[in-house]
T-cell receptor
Framework: DAKTTQPPSMDCAEGRAANLPCNHS???????VYWYRQIHSQGPQYIIH???NNETNEMASLIITEDRKSSTLILPHATLRDTAVYYC?????????????????FGQGTILTVHP | EAQVTQNPRYLITVTGKKLTVTCSQN?????MSWYRQDPGLGLRQIYY???????DKGDVPEGYKVSRKEKRNFPLILESPSPNQTSLYFC???????????????FGPGTRLTVL
């Protein structure tokens, strides 16, 4: 899996957009970018993923640069409940039998604090 | 509602007293796994299961057992718990298409275990 680099912490005002960056300069052509978050001591929560194109769902948008070396997760209208650790994970789809099959590796992530 | 449930959510026990943490998912996912989360160490995979009756070790399987007799359930068994198994445990499940696994994993709410 490609290595990712995220800022350790960020702040955002409630109601504003939160833009969380992730660098993954060694990403391979078959690797996806996944975003998860973990609200304090709760189970990690899948947010969104993408390969090349920008993606949007009900939770967030994912913007991937053309060279795919970095991406940005956008929470369009952050709320206090979005305060969490956000993890950017880069990995390819895995085949059964591979040593990394289904094994997500969560790095340090970005602690996002949304304040009133 | 699609979900992964775990029971109990909190457990305090003593060294050597066998215990089982249950995990159940209602999404008909083939893949299920167990992680433990410790401060400074992130999430580490304990065991995983590709389907009924198919299980394999993750990164930290020592002291744990699992079984997968039904598709929806994946219990974690500690035959003789020790204090170094005090941790926050998460169960996760994911859909697989044939032998290819998607990494949109759904996590349970967690079980906080203390072994005295």
């Amino acid at each position: 899996d490609a290595k990712t680099t995220q800022p350790p912490s960020m702040d955002c005002a409630e109601g504003r957009a939160a833009n969380l960056p992730c660098n993954h300069s060694t990403i391979s052509g078959n690797e996806y970018v996944y975003w998860y978050r973990q609200i304090h001591s709760q189970g990690p929560q899948y947010i969104i993923h993408g390969l090349k194109n920008n993606e949007t769902n009900e939770m967030a948008s994912l913007i991937i640069t053309e060279d795919r070396k970095s991406s940005t997760l956008i929470l369009p209208h952050a709320t206090l409940r979005d305060t969490a650790v956000y993890y950017c994970i880069v990995r390819a789809l895995t085949n059964a039998g591979g040593t990394s099959y289904g094994k997500l590796t969560f790095g340090q992530g970005t602690i996002l604090t949304v304040h009133p | 509602e699609a979900q992964v449930t775990q029971n109990p959510r909190y457990l305090i026990t003593v060294t050597g007293k066998k215990l089982t943490v249950t995990c159940s998912q209602n999404m008909n996912h083939e893949y299920m796994s167990w992680y433990r989360q410790d401060p400074g160490l992130g999430l580490r995979q304990i065991y995983y299961s590709m389907n009924v009756e198919v299980t394999d070790k993750g990164d930290v399987p020592e002291g744990y057992k699992v079984s997968r007799k039904e598709k929806r359930n994946f219990p974690l068994i500690l035959e003789s718990p020790s204090p170094n198994q005090t941790s926050l445990y998460f169960c996760a499940s994911s859909f697989s298409s044939g032998r290819i696994l998607t990494d949109t994993q759904y996590f349970g709410p967690g079980t906080r275990l203390t072994v005295l």
